[in-house]
């Protein structure tokens, strides 16, 4: 299934810098070879998924990685926003947050999301999460077509 990995984007939404470089990092380690993109808060979210400046040429994610703790427009509001789109509901959402509140847990999987996961406090675990990720998302399951808006 390594023929459809090139064409594969996946899209972080996380505000924080230390998190975004040790995602790429841990991604790169597990020999992911789809595209990353990273926007940094809710507002940037669906700026990017509408193409809206700078995201104009922005390829359709064929899955988001959503941290739920994040100015502007955090991850939950996001999170209904995208499913609530008829555009973008099929849209796979991995929630990847510091939070581990079960009310946060709830919220998220009744609006839809696909999973939820914490954030570890260590790279090792991160990189097995990462490694999971795309064994799961991009190695195993079939995701939409990402190349049609």
């Given at each position: ?7 594969t ?41 509408h ?5 104009a040429?922005?390829p ?17 509001q ?17 929630v ?22 914490s ?31």
């Amino acid at each position: 299934m390594t023929g459809k990995q090139p064409k594969t984007s996946i899209l972080i939404a996380d505000d924080d810098a230390d998190d975004r470089m040790l995602l790429e990092q841990a991604f790169r380690e597990s020999n992911l070879q789809a595209q990353l993109c990273f926007v940094e808060d809710g507002e940037e979210l669906m700026d990017y998924l509408h193409q809206r400046e700078p995201y104009a040429a922005s390829p359709r994610p064929s899955l988001i990685i959503l941290d739920l703790n994040m100015p502007r427009k955090n991850g939950i509001q996001a999170l209904r926003e995208i499913k609530a789109n008829e555009q973008f509901r099929q849209i796979p959402v991995v929630v990847l947050t510091t939070s581990t509140a079960e009310e946060d847990i709830l919220r998220t999987y009744d609006l839809g999301v696909s999973s939820y996961i914490s954030k570890p406090f260590d790279f090792g675990t991160l990189l097995d999460i990462t490694t999971t990720i795309k064994k799961y998302w991009i190695d195993t399951v079939s995701l939409p077509d990402d190349s049609t808006r």
